[in-house]
């Protein structure tokens, strides 16, 4: 199985500011099988990149992918008060598919 | 657009089995080449996937999960079902049901899939005595 570590745990950060957030994987991921998903307190998670890279349809572009191998970053350009919420990722090259325990990006 | 609503028992016993259903609005899932997904979140906890189908009833499960766990689809319902058996505390969550984004297949004995791009709202499910 497939361990996702994501970090930091917890992202203080101001409006306007540059988030940056790490997944690592245990074992290398092709990056094809590579999402990041957004969720806020009592909803669903929300699709915002799949494929390392590639955005969701409707996400804005300052949210971007990147990565390869086993370290992989989700890049927030500038935070709006939407984007602070919780983040997860999540590979899907071979059962089990897995997601990593989540960063929080909460508001400084 | 397409919608998707859980729906089932919120509370089930220790040892019984919880079922629960997806029903599929904004497309009909007999017409539909996507591939359908379950996905749990325990309270306050991480994502965990349990598994896959097509609509034509091919299921992929996780290998934890696969002795307790059965899908179908109900293409005259336009619905997705999860059984579990056997529950326990630890099965406490919200289930969530969502669509795969792309295909899923067995590529030389691997499963291959692709994200999650709908999903409905979840139900939670407690498990309790």
């Known amino acids: 199985e497939i361990v996702l570590t994501q970090s930091p745990g917890t992202l203080s950060l101001s409006p306007g500011e540059r988030a940056t957030l790490s997944c690592r994987a245990s074992?290398?991921?092709?990056?094809?099988?590579l999402a990041w998903y957004q969720q806020k307190p009592g909803q669903a998670p929300r699709l915002l990149i799949h494929g390392t890279s590639n955005r969701a349809t409707g996400v804005p572009d300052r949210f971007s992918g990147s990565g390869s191998g086993t370290d992989f970053t989700l890049t927030i350009s500038r935070l709006e008060t939407e984007d602070f919420a919780l983040y997860y990722c999540?590979?899907?090259?071979?059962?089990?598919?897995?997601f990593g325990q989540g960063t929080k990006v909460e508001i400084k | 657009q397409l919608h998707l609503q859980e729906s089932g028992p919120g509370l089930v016993k220790p040892s019984e089995t919880l079922s629960l259903t997806c029903t599929v609005s904004g497309d009909s899932i007999s017409s539909s080449t996507y591939y359908w997904g379950w996905i749990r979140q325990p309270p306050g906890k991480g994502l965990e996937w349990i598994g896959s189908?097509?609509?034509?009833?091919?299921?992929y499960y996780n290998p934890s999960l696969r002795s307790r766990v059965a899908m179908s689809v109900d293409t005259s319902k336009n619905q997705l079902s999860l059984t579990l058996t056997s529950v326990t505390a630890a099965d406490t969550a919200v289930y969530y049901c969502?669509?795969?984004?792309?295909?899923?297949?067995?590529?030389?004995?691997?499963?291959?899939?692709?994200?999650?791009?709908?999903w409905g709202r979840g139900t939670l499910v407690t498990v309790s005595s």
């Open positions: 999540q590979h899907y090259g071979w059962s089990p598919w897995t």
């Open positions: 969502a669509r795969h984004l792309g295909v899923v297949l067995l590529w030389f004995g691997e499963l291959k899939g692709d994200a999650f791009d709908i």
């Open positions: 189908m097509s609509s034509s009833g091919t299921t």
């Open positions: 074992q290398t991921v092709r990056s094809i099988y």
